[in-house]
T-cell receptor, first 112, second 110 residues
Framework: DAEITQSPRHKITETGRQVTLACHQTWNHNNMFWYRQDLGHGLRLIHYSYGVQDTNKGEVSDGYSVSRSNTEDLPLTLESAASSQTSVYFC???????????FGPGTRLTVT | SQQGEEDPQALSIQEGENATMNCSYKTSINNLQWYRQNSGRGLVHLILIRSNEREKHSGRLRVTLDTSKKSSSLLITASRAADTASYFCATDDTGNQFYFGTGTSLTVIP
């Protein structure tokens, strides 16, 4: 069965370190998204991609970057982790721009 | 921000009762979607309603959309304990960006 996976599921890192969160989907979807979820804010879009070599900034992109070298993967990199980036991160994919999104299980990141 | 707002923030009902939650948004949309999130899990898509639709049904779910008021409602009929979760609306604006609301936490008491 097709799925979307995230790794690691939990990560503790120190302020200033570079961190990369992995997202892998086997739906063969062109569209992939990264969100962060914080209490009181719901989900906020960080970056998204509509295909290989395409990346776009979302609502809260500062301090984050993504690259899309193939259809299946969209890794999210925190260039220099900050305590404000402690959050739960969700990756999602969709078949088309306005279609339902399929979510991964999430990565809980703690920056100390 | 285009972020939607769900109302109420929290809702507690008895099993068998109906649950209604509302979503308001700020600008024109292509469609509106509702998602469910069980504790500690990712979101699961429930239903999508397009901007030219007014009502849609899926099983025990009924969604309405009023574009003139920029609002939507999700009705869950004959609720079950398994419906306990957080519910989010998401809007796809005309720029194809997705915005999720802050969610309604539903507790169904057996």
């Amino acid at each position: 069965d097709a799925e979307i996976t995230q790794s690691p599921r939990h990560k503790i890192t120190e302020t200033g370190r570079q961190v990369t969160l992995a997202c892998h989907q086997t739906w063969n979807h062109n569209n992939m998204f990264w969100y962060r979820q914080d209490l009181g804010h719901g989900l906020r879009l960080i970056h998204y991609s509509y295909g290989v070599q395409d990346t776009n900034k979302g609502e809260v992109s500062d301090g984050y970057s993504v690259s899309r070298s193939n259809t299946e993967d969209l890794p999210l990199t925190l260039e220099s982790a900050a305590s404000s980036q402690t959050s739960v991160y969700f990756c999602a994919s969709s078949e088309s721009k306005a279609a339902e999104q399929y979510f991964g299980p999430g990565t809980r990141l703690t920056v100390t | 921000s285009q972020q939607g707002e769900e109302d109420p923030q929290a809702l507690s009902i008895q099993e068998g009762e109906n649950a209604t939650m509302n979503c308001s948004y700020k600008t024109s949309i292509n469609n509106l979607q509702w998602y469910r999130q069980n504790s500690g899990r990712g979101l699961v898509h429930l239903i999508l309603i397009r901007s030219n639709e007014r009502e849609k049904h899926s099983g025990r779910l009924r969604v309405t959309l009023d574009t003139s008021k920029k609002s939507s409602s999700l009705l869950i009929t004959a609720s079950r304990a398994a419906d306990t979760a957080s519910y989010f609306c998401a809007t796809d604006d005309t720029g194809n960006q997705f915005y999720f609301g802050t969610g309604t936490s539903l507790t169904v008491i057996p």
